[in-house]
């Protein structure tokens, strides 16, 4: 008779899986609540206390750590030395385990877990199962995921399973236990004191697209559980995601993240907003932001950090876009997206306020930072210029620094009523990006006279705030920290501009 050895914390299916096995001819070993659930459900069950001939102990932390148990697991019947000294330890093999572990991800998911409840949901057992069985895995077969016990049922009823439908769960085993280790190793490395000496990303493929950035690159979207972000996404209506698309979904989203409690709207292409703007409502935010680059609006991807009702939808109808985002629609805003089959809607949560590392691929390697986080404090802010900025044109150097967080440097933003006006993104010299800026805001009919520019690095010379002067540029916020800080600043009461540094560098490279 099969033996199967049955343990899991996550005990969806497992009963009517284990009645399946018990149809099939099989014996059932289990332990703990898993037996008692198996017995109350009218199966068939020997305790694995009765297997090893020792008590479960120390509050269940050992059970299952036994040689009864792990040499029935890790013996080749094909090897008539293990199969002789089974027999003169009277020891049985097992040909299944079904093992999912402890809920430590679920445990430090909880904002109000303690670090003792997390200790204890680091299973020991139940990953010692699943290796040996998964080492052994040509004669023992290891099922992890609930998922899978209709398969391994079909499977079973059927005969023999091959190599490699046996080497597939061994590979799903150690994956799942290799993501198990990791998420401890994060939860116990020290990283906000120091960065860690060694790191470890586990990810889950969640989509298989289409093709990448280009149609003969293969490409998948894979997850991290940490922090939250792509993987809450929803899509509502539209044609498959691309590659381009949650790229642009991505920095849309963190374009508008900025704004906590105003509405705002962000329209990006090739990860960078063409335009940026708050408003009263989603329709009126849309408008604004619109309005700032009109033409580089066409097929773009629109990103909301409030609801998104039928005004805004139908403002939208006469764009051609490929996504809107937010991180809810209105049942009638759904309905009309619902008339434009191409669109992609696509309900994602505003993420604020992130802690943690950030990853950038470079060949061979990653580069590993602190997330990027806009922080809005002005307790480092400073007047560099005789003439100040008034309050109206502070408010909107507030507005302006925010939105060129957003932007790839080199990035100016020109700004005007809490609405972009010209944006000069990824440039190689910072004069360059101030006077696309200036071009862009009069290629859309945008007076740049009285209009306030943000730069997210510091001027290396006095030409970008000449070239912002002679635009009518007023009013100018910088990190500062240049070695000709003092020729910058003296350019600009020169040129009777305002300045203000806020001692911070945003780059976004």
Not at 209 to 225: D, I, K, M
Not at 229 to 250: A, C, V, Y
Not at 289 to 312: E, H, L, Q, Y
């Amino acid at each position: 008779m099969p033996r199967a050895l049955i343990s899991v914390s996550d005990k969806r299916g497992i009963l009517s899986f284990a009645e399946e096995l018990v149809r099939l001819g099989w014996e059932i070993v289990s332990t703990g609540g898993t037996a008692s659930l198996l017995r109350d459900g009218g199966v068939a069950v020997t305790a694995v206390d009765q297997v090893t001939g020792f008590p479960e102990m120390l509050d269940g932390r050992v059970k299952t750590l036994h040689p009864r148990v792990h040499a029935g697991l890790l013996a080749r019947p094909d090897r008539a030395e293990h199969l002789r000294q089974l027999q003169d330890l009277q020891i049985s093999r097992f040909d299944l385990v079904a093992v999912n572990l402890y809920p430590f991800q679920a445990t430090i998911a909880n904002p109000g877990g303690k670090f003792e409840d997390a200790i204890e949901n680091i299973d020991i057992g139940g990953p010692a199962l699943l290796r040996s069985a998964a080492k052994n895995f040509e004669f023992v077969l290891p099922v992890v995921d609930p998922k899978d016990y209709p398969r391994v049922t079909e499977l079973l009823s059927r005969g023999e399973i091959d190599f490699d439908t046996r080497r597939d769960f061994a590979a799903k085993v150690f994956t799942h236990t290799a993501d198990y280790d990791n998420a401890i190793a994060g939860y116990l490395t020290p990283w906000r004191d120091t960065l860690p000496a060694r790191v470890t990303l586990s990810m889950e493929r969640r989509q298989v697209l289409r093709y990448g950035e280009n149609p003969q690159q293969r490409a998948g979207l894979y997850v991290t559980e940490e922090p939250r972000g792509i993987g809450d996404l929803t899509q509502r209506q539209g044609k498959e995601l691309s590659f381009n698309n949650l790229l642009d979904i991505d920095a849309a989203m963190l374009a508008v993240a900025a704004w906590t409690n105003r509405v705002a709207c962000a329209i990006v292409k090739h990860t960078t907003p063409c335009g940026l703007a708050l408003g009263h409502s989603a329709e009126d935010a849309f408008q604004r932001a619109r309005a700032a680059d009109p033409i580089s609006a066409f097929g773009s991807v629109i990103a909301f950090n409030t609801v998104v009702n039928r005004a805004a939808a139908d403002a939208m109808a006469d764009l051609f876009i490929e996504v809107v985002v937010a991180p809810a629609f209105h049942a009638d805003a759904l309905a009309r997206f619902a008339e434009r089959k191409n669109v992609r809607v696509v309900e994602l949560p505003v993420v604020r306020g992130q802690s943690g590392l950030d990853w950038k691929k470079i060949r061979g390697g990653f580069l590993i930072q602190d997330q990027f986080a806009f922080n809005a404090t002005e307790d480092a802010w400073r007047v560099g210029t005789t003439r100040e900025p008034t309050a109206l044109e502070l408010n909107d150097l507030r507005f302006a620094w925010a939105a060129v967080t957003t932007v790839k440097s080199n990035a100016i933003v020109l700004a005007r009523d809490e609405q972009t006006i010209g944006i000069g993104a990824g440039q190689m010299s910072r004069i360059d990006a101030a006077f696309l800026a200036v071009h862009k805001a009069q290629q859309a009919g945008h007076r740049t006279d009285g209009a306030v520019l943000a730069s997210d690095g510091f001027f290396p010379f006095p030409d970008g705030v000449e070239e912002a002067a002679r635009a009518g540029i007023r009013v100018i916020i910088q990190p500062g920290g240049s070695v000709r800080d003092a020729d910058v600043i003296d350019a600009a009461n020169r040129l009777d501009v305002a300045m203000v540094l806020t001692g911070v560098r945003m780059f976004r490279h």
